[in-house]
Nanobody, 114 residues
Framework: QEQLVESGGGLVQPGGSLRLSCAAS????????WGWYRQGLGKQRELIAY??????YVDSFVKGRFVISRDNAKNMVYLEMSDLKPEDTGVYYC?????????WGQGTLVTVSS
């Protein structure tokens, strides 16, 4: 059974950093392109970055601040977030990208606030 489990979110002050992790199971991980999505309060879920052989940052607001990476040996996807801003607040999910194709996990909540 395909499963995604996100972790690493929390409450952080503006300018702070977090590292999100996504553990994927039940599929051939290395053959897929993986992305991180964000859903802000009252907003639609949106793709912010994805990685196949190279990272692609869809949301220009995160470029230079976020780094997406993957570890095929561990079936993991990561999102290193730095210089966080209140606008980054939301629930973060991982999934295949640029089109999602797996049942969504529970996500991990990131709150940027002073």
């Amino acid at each position: 059974q395909e499963q995604l489990v996100e972790s690493g979110g929390g409450l952080v002050q503006p300018g702070g950093s977090l590292r999100l992790s996504c553990a994927a199971s039940g599929m051939i991980f290395s053959r897929r392109t993986w992305g991180w999505y964000r859903q802000g309060l009252g907003k639609q879920r949106e793709l912010i970055a994805y990685v196949g052989n190279i990272p692609i940052y869809v949301d220009s607001f995160v470029k230079g601040r976020f780094v997406i990476s993957r570890d095929n040996a561990k079936n993991m996807v990561y999102l290193e977030m730095s210089d966080l801003k209140p606008e980054d607040t939301g629930v973060y999910y991982c999934n295949t990208a640029p089109e999602w194709g797996i049942q969504w996990g529970q996500g991990t909540l990131v709150t940027v606030s002073s």
